[in-house]
């Protein structure tokens, strides 16, 4: 959605006692309220959409311009005379409206912080050719030259020849601070997990790839103890039919844009039943997608690149032992060449993580995206 850049107005370098003389002055209050009127006249304008439609459309880049709006805005825009808010304006404005502590936006971009991150943002999403409209929303396709969305939507890598080690850091979206925080203080080869049932999903996916995260959409599986632990309404069912769970599985994948795999949410019963993951690793792969599990399908193949976890670092919710699942990751990428973790946007883990990849690069090892480590199977 091309957005219209609002400058920002910088007043002149006034000492205070010319400011004073001036707004005593009869005529600058009747100057200022000119200008100001022609001001918001101009801003109203340049966010009308084409005069051929029904009524001017709002199109803002939210994040920056209303950072500090009051609460119930979105219930006053469309009452408004005339003024609608397109459907791109209500899934960004669940973008975080102002950045972390410590970092500033920048001017021409209200949803890029200013630092700048290794290899730079990833493309904006969807990139043309691998996509097409489906029922509920954009699907992912094979490209007519025959990439994928796996080889379009990964975070380029190139070994040093250094073991590689990847986390995935999953639940996201739901929780809008740990979201934020996981984005903003995870280096880019961090890879990030979404949750499908998130509000604003598409915002957060595009905010981490600005950040240089590669994507990956959690797919809802039937746990063990299935309808004990419910994953959802689209959750997809060790027993149901290779179309029922197709049909599911276009569902999650319809509700964003960007992400290059898929993971596991739940499913020990699922995964562990060979007619329900041929049917999914079949849907999954006609789509041109990989799939990174957590551990639960580590001997799964399907034709599709696949990765495993080696460790859920967070198994054990302390700082030490999200410490020596950490120490565990490495000695394991000495031995095999490479090891991949997991782990919950829990605040421990995005600390101690966020401290781990800091220096693990001193000792030796190559910090990687999860998709460097997949490989069909």
Do not use: C
């Not at 850049?5 to 009869?26: T, V």
């Amino acid at each position: 959605m091309a957005m219209i850049a609002i400058p920002r107005l910088q007043a002149p370098a006034f000492s205070l006692a010319k400011l004073r003389g001036l707004a005593a002055s009869p005529y600058a209050g009747a100057g200022a309220a000119g200008a100001m009127l022609l001001v918001a006249a101009a801003a109203l304008l340049s966010m009308m959409g084409p005069a051929e439609t029904s009524g001017p459309v709002v199109r803002v880049p939210l994040a920056g311009v209303l950072r500090h709006a009051p609460d119930g805005w979105r219930q006053a825009l469309p009452k408004a005379r005339g003024m609608t808010v397109t459907e791109d304006v209500m899934r960004l404005s669940e973008r975080p409206l102002a950045p972390m502590a410590g970092q500033t936006w920048n001017s021409d971009s209200a949803a890029r912080p200013a630092t700048t991150y290794a290899n730079g943002p990833l493309p904006a999403a969807p990139i043309a050719g691998f996509y097409a409209p489906g029922p509920g929303g954009p699907l992912p396709i094979i490209a007519q030259d025959g990439r994928t969305p796996f080889e379009a939507y990964r975070r380029p890598f190139k070994s040093n020849g250094r073991p590689k080690i990847a986390v995935v850091i999953g639940g996201l979206g739901l929780n809008a601070r740990a979201t934020q925080q996981a984005i903003e203080t995870l280096p880019g080869p961090v890879t990030l997990s979404f949750v499908p049932y998130a509000e604003g999903l598409q915002g957060w996916i595009d905010l981490a790839r600005q950040h240089g995260h590669e994507v990956l959409l959690e797919t809802p599986m039937e746990p063990l103890d299935y309808p004990d632990n419910d994953p959802g309404p689209y959750t997809l069912m060790a027993k149901g039919s290779a179309p029922e769970t197709a049909k599911r599985l276009e569902w999650i994948l319809s509700r964003a844009t960007g992400y290059f795999g898929l993971t596991n949410y739940l499913g020990s019963r699922f995964l562990a039943d060979p007619a329900a993951y041929e049917a999914f690793a079949t849907a999954a792969r006609g789509r041109g997608l990989g799939f990174i599990d957590d551990g639960s399908a580590s001997r799964q193949g399907g034709g599709l690149p696949r990765a495993s976890a080696d460790r859920v670092i967070d198994d054990q919710l302390t700082a030490k032992g999200i410490d020596q699942q950490l120490l565990a990751l490495e000695a394991g990428a000495l031995q095999r060449g490479q090891a991949l973790g997991a782990g919950f946007a829990y605040p421990v883990t995005l600390e101690k993580v966020a401290r781990w990849t800091a220096s693990v690069e001193e000792r030796g090892y190559q910090l990687a995206p999860a998709s460097a480590l997949a490989a069909k199977r």
